[in-house]
Nanobody, 127 residues
């Protein structure tokens, strides 16, 4: 059974840090592109970052550049999103998605049919 599980969310004060994890089971992440997305209340889904296990490329949205870092661990079949200098506007449910195209340009735009999604993890940035 193909499954993605996010973890690491929580409540953090502005300026704080969190590390989100996306762990895959039922398949290996080799040749996949893993994207991190978020959805805030009453806002559209936003693509934040992506890592391609196929070619090693990464992508960051402008809102994430300089603050977030995406990384992967093949042995643990896990992708991480290190989030620093968090702001209240980062508050959202964060999801990861495994796109079998292996291309972040596709994952962050049209996305390949059949992409698998996790259930999400809540990140709340508030004092």
């Amino acid at each position: 059974q193909v499954q993605l599980v996010e973890s690491g969310g929580g409540l953090v004060q502005p300026g704080g840090s969190l590390r989100l994890s996306c762990t895959a089971s039922g398949f290996t992440l080799d040749n996949y592109a893993i994207g991190w997305f978020r959805r805030a209340p009453e806002k559209e889904r936003e693509g934040i970052s992506c890592l391609s296990f196929r070619d090693g490329t990464t992508y960051y949205a402008d809102s994430a550049k300089g603050r977030f870092t995406i990384s992967g661990d093949n042995a643990k079949n896990t992708v991480y999103l290190q989030m620093n200098s968090l702001k209240p506007e980062d508050t959202a449910v964060y999801y990861c998605a495994a796109d079998w195209s292996g291309r972040c340009d596709i994952t962050m735009s049209t996305m390949t049919p059949g992409t698998s999604w996790g259930q999400g993890t809540q990140v709340t940035v508030s004092s």
